[in-house]
C-alpha cells in the first residue's frame, strides 16, 4: 500500500497489486456502512478518470436502463437545471463525458487533466446518479410521449415523440443490429440479455413513469455501485468525496446481481423478416449458427477460448473463415467469432448477402467444417500466432478513441460485476503462463472446441430474410395505431395532451440559472498547449527520393511503421476505383506467395497491416489538396524485421490477379458500405451538401461518400469479366502509386530507431521516378439532394460558404458553431426535434459552414431549424458567458490527449500536410483572442440572406409525406 492507496476512514482496503505493465497500482476498497465498491488504478497520469456504474437488469425490452440513464442526467437535488450533463460540457475542460447503457449495466464516466475540473464533475455526476430528479417531462422528452404533431393543435396527427425513442430507430434500422439483437434473444430465453436493454422502438411506448422510478430505486444505490477511478489522485481523496457527498446519506441497500442462463439441450430454429430496400435481389438474406458458450471455470480456460477464436475466425487462413469465405454462399456474417454477451457469451458463424435456399447447406458446411478442425487439431505455428496476438492486444496503450484510463476502468468494472478477479482482467499475463500449461496437452484446444462449441445443443440457427416492405408496413401499423388511438381519447384526454406539450415547450425555453453549476474560468485553461510533442528525429539522408520521421515513443515495447507516398493525379474513374483497391491491397497475396500465405503471415507477425488514404485540404491554393496513399503495420520490438519485409512484400508486389479473392472482399465492403449509412448518415448528408464548395468534399464524395456507394451498389457483378477488370484497373493505380517518392513514420523506442532506419534503408531499394500529385478534383453540382434508403430515420445536412483555416475570421466562426449548439440548435434539434443529435460546425476543409442533424424524425422542419439558425446568430448579440463557454469547448477539443502512438502519427501527419506547430498555436490562440465584437461582426458577415445547399438521407416514403422541393433524387 502506497500514499496513493491508502483508504479514507470510512473505507476498507480489501487487497492491492501492481501492475508494471500497465504502470497501475490496482486497490480495491469497500464502503463499511453501505457496502458500495471502489476500484482505484493508481497511475502518473494526469489525466484522471471517473466512473460510477451500476448493475442494470431490464426484464423487457422497453429500453428502462436506457432511457433512465438518459433521464438521471436532467437535473439533480443540489443542480436542479434541465440540463446539466450538457451544460457542464460548456463549463469544462473534459476530454471525456458520456454515458454508457450496456446489456446489463449502466455506467457514467468522465476524464479530465484538470483538478478543479475533476472535483467539479464529480460534484454533478454523484448527484446525478444518487439525487436525480427525474421529472415526468424530463422521461417524456428523453423516452417517449404521444403528442399532436402541431403541438397544441388537437386536430393535428398523434405522434409518439422521445429521444431514445427516435435513437433506437435509427440503431435498429441497421440489419446487424437487428441480427445481433434476435441472435440474443432466441439464445438467452431465461436471463436479461434476451431483452434489448437500448430498447425495441415498438416496445418502448409501453414504459410507464412508475416503472421507470420503481427500476431507479432498485437499481441507484450505493450498495449496488461501484466507484472506480484511475489517476494520480489518492483514493483518500475520492472516498472522502464519495462519503461527503452521497454515502454518508445511505444505509445498506440490496445487491443486483445477473443469474446464469439456465442451460438448453436441444438446437432452435428460426426464421424471421427484416427491413431491406429491395427484396427482389435473394442473396441479401442473413444466416448464423450461434451457441451459448457455458462461464469458463478460470481466466486460462476463458484465454482458451480466445485462444481458440483466433484459431477458428483470425484470419482469412483461419479454417473456419476460409470455409467461409470461400464456400460461394456469401460473404462472412459480422457476428463471426467469439463475443462477450455481458456476463454471458455466444460464438457465431454465418453468412450475410446469402441466400435462404442454401440454409441447409451453410449449416452443414459450418458444422463438418468445426468438426474436421478438431479431428486434426492445430499447428504450433498458429497457436504461436494466436498467443501473439493475445500479447500485442495487452501491450498496447491506446486512447485515441477514449481515454486509455477509461478503457482500463471499463475492463476493471466488468470483471467486478462478473465477479471475476479484476486482476486477472487487466493483466492477463498470468493467465497466459497457465493458459500455455494447459496447451502441452495437444487435445486441450480440441477438446475446448468439443466441449464448448461441436457437442453444445444450447445452439441457435438463425435465417433472416429481406421484406422490402416491412419499414412501410411498420409505418403504416403505427399510423394506425395512432389514429385509432386518437379516434378513442375523449376531449379531456385531448386537453391532457395538449397541455403536456405546453408544459414540455415551456420547460424547453425557460432559462435555467446557469450559475447554479460549478464552472472552470478562461484562467484555468493553460497558457501553453498541452500538446506534448514527441521527440522527433529526423533522417533525409536515405537513398534516392525517400525519406524517414521517426518518433522517440514511450510504446510499452511496440513499434509502429508506415510507408507513406502523395497520391498521384487520378481520372474521375480511378478516384471511384482508388479506395476499394486500399482496401484489398493488404489482404491480397503477394509477389509468389496467395493471400492465405500472407493473411498468416501478417497474423503471425503484425498486429495489424492496413492501408488507406489520408486527405486534407491543401495548404495555401483556394482549391487544392493534400492527399496522401498509406500503409501501416505494428508489432512487438522484437518482430521490426518480419514486419519490414512484410510491409515491403505487400507494399511492393501485391496479387491483384487473384480474381476469386477480390470478388469475396469486393461483396464484403459492399455490404459493410450499406450498413454504414444508417450509422453515419450525417456525416455522409454532410459530405453531399459540401461537395459542391471544395475539392476537399468531392474527393469524398467519390471515394467514400454517397456517390461511391450509389456506384458500388450499381455495379454488374454477375460474371468475372466485372472482377478481372477491376483487378487490371487496381494494378494500374498500384503502379502509378509505388513510383511515388516514399515518405516513411516509425515510431517506437529511442534506442532501436538508428538501427530499424538502417533497416528500412536496406530494404527499400526500388528506383522511384515521379513526383505528381492529386492537385484538385472537379466539385460537384450545387445541388439539393435526396439520398433514398432503408432507413427508418433521417439525417440531414445543410452547408453555406465559409472560409479556410488561414482566414483571420476562422476562429470567429469556429466559436459561432459552438455557439449556436449550445444557445439554438440543441434546443431546437433535441430537445424540441426529438433527433438523437444535431449541430453546426465551421468545416476549413470544405470553407464551408455545415449544419447535421442525427437520427432525425424530422425532414422539412429541420431544414427550417437550420435556417431559423441562421437567422439567430445573424441578429443576435452576444454575451461573455456564451464566449466562455464555447471557448472552453474548444479548448478542451484542441488539448485533447491521444495515445502515445496516435500523437506521433498525429505529429507526422501534420508535417505531411504542412500543418507547422507555429501555425497551430496561433490558431489556438486566434481562438482565445476572439473578444465579443468579433463574433458579431462575423455572425453578421456570413449567415446574412445565404441559401444553403441542403442534403437528406431518408426513405421513400417519408421523403413523399414531405413534399421538399428542388431536391434531386438518388436511391441506393
Ligand atoms: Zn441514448
Redesign the pocket.
Known sequence: MTNATTPYTSFDLIKTSTIDSLGVEVAEYKHRKTGARHIHLASEKKENVFLVGLPTMPKESSGVA?IL??TVLCGSEKYPVRDPFFMMMRRSLSTFMNAFTSSDWTAYPFATENKKDFQNLLSVYIDAVFFSRLDPLDFAQEGHRLEFSEGENPESPLEIKGV?YN?MKGAMSSPVSQLYQRLKRHLFSTTTYHFNSGGEPDVIPSLSYDALMAFYKQHYHPTNALFCTFGDIPAAEHQKNFEDQCLNRFEEGMHVSAPVEVRRFAPASIAEAYAASDSEDEKQCHFVLGWHIEEPNDIADELGMDLLNTQLTGSSASPLRKAIETAGFGSPSPLTGYMGVGRESMFGAGFQGCSADDKEAMQALILKTLEDIAEQGFEQDDIDAGLFQLELHQKQITGSRQPYGLELALDAMSAHFYKRPVTDALDIGPGIELLKERLKDPQYLPNLLRKNIINNQHRVDLLLYPDAELTQKQEAHEKATMAALKAKLSEDEKQELVKQAKALSERQAAEDDPNILPKLELTDIPKDMTFVSPSKKSNPALKNKRAVTAFDTKTNGISYLQVTTKLPKLSQEELLDINLMHSFWTEVGAQDKDYLHMQQAQFGQTGYLTAGINVRSGADDTNELSAFSIMRANTLDARFDQMNELLHQQFMSPRFDEISRIKELYLLKRQRFLQSITQSGHSYAMNAANACFHSYGSLEMSLSGLEFIKRLNADKIDDDSFFEAKAQAYSKLHQKIITQPQHFCLVGDDAELDAWIQKLESKWNEPVSTDTRLATVDLSQQQHQAWLTSTQINFCAMSIPAVDRHHPDTAALNLLATIMNNEFLHTALREKGGAYGGGARANSHCKTFDFYSYRDPRLGQTFNDFERAMEWVSNASFNKKQLEEATLSLMSDIDKPGSPSGEAFNEFYNLLHGRSLEERIQHRQAILDVTLEDLERVSRTYFKDVQGIKAAVTNKSKYETEKLEGFEIHTI
Do not use: F, K, L
Request: hydrophobic residues 20%; charged residues 40%.
Open positions: 436506457h440513464e438518459h431514445v435513437e
